[in-house]
Each structure stands twice: as C-alpha cells, then as structure tokens.
C-alpha cells in the first residue's frame, strides 16, 4: 500500500491508497481543496470540519444531480430504442407491401408483354390500360 500526501485548506494530510492510484488521489484531493477554498472565500475560515462538511454536502448534491442526469438519459435512450425498433419495423412491413407490389406489377407486365405477341392490344378488355397507352403515346414515351 502507498502514502499519499495531499494538502486541504493549508493542511498537509497523509493517505494510504492502492499502489497506481497515487496521482488520482492527488487529482481527488486537489479537487476537494479547490471546493473547500471557493467556500472558505465566501464563508471565511469556519474550521476544517465545517468548510469538509459543506464541500461534501455540496459534492454529494453534485453527484445526485449527475445520477438524476444519467437515469433520464438512460430512460431517452429506451425510447430512442423502443421508437427506432418500431421504425424498424413498419421499415420491413413497407418492404414487404412494396415487394408484393412490384410482384403484382411484373405480373401484370408479363401478361401484358405476352397479349401484345399474342396480338391483342387490350389483354384485360379494360380500356384504362389502353387510355394509359394512349397517354403515354402522346408524351412522347
């Protein structure tokens, strides 16, 4: 086990810590004392347990307003979730609509490619293939 130490708000402090963790202790302890001093700057030199008890009372409240920010973003990353497993979904049922489609369409193709080697001009006796016909003949198609 290391020794660390580690000053707040003047005073040196000796730490024992797992040996690599030396510099996150200081980075730790530095932290702290930088709270300390803001609050000893706007409340004066009230005694080491008052200025460590409102610098931890003030980190905790920190550390609940970040765990309040992380539970709501874990709650929009589930919707996200849950709205792009939907999307997802109607994404494959779209597919499948327009697959059956085109299907339906090359169906109606072919049929329509073997009436006219047949010779016959309107294969389903429907005059809206014809007028499409006509339609597309004046556009030039």
């Known amino acids: 086990m290391s020794r660390v130490t580690v000053t707040l708000n003047g005073r040196d402090f000796t730490i024992g810590c797992e040996e690599g963790q030396e510099a996150y202790l200081r980075e730790l302890a ?19 347990l008052r200025l460590l008890l409102m610098a931890s009372l003030i980190l905790v409240d920190d550390l609940k307003e970040a765990d309040s920010r992380v539970e709501a973003l874990e709650g929009q990353i589930q919707r996200l979730r849950h709205e ?20 339906r369409l090359a169906q109606r193709m072919e049929s329509f490619a073997d009436a006219m ?25």
Not at 30 to 48: F, M, T, Y
Not at 121 to 134: E, L, R, V, Y
């Open 30 to 48: 530095a932290s702290l004392d930088k709270r300390v001093g803001e609050i000893s700057g706007q409340v004066g030199q009230i005694g080491d």
């Open 117 to 141: 080697e047949a010779g016959d001009a309107d294969p389903t006796g429907d005059h809206t293939i014809s007028a499409q016909n006509d339609a597309l003949a004046e556009a030039g198609a």
């Open 84 to 103: 792009n497993h939907g999307a997802t979904s109607l994404h494959a049922e779209a597919r499948g609509r327009l697959a059956d489609q085109l299907d």
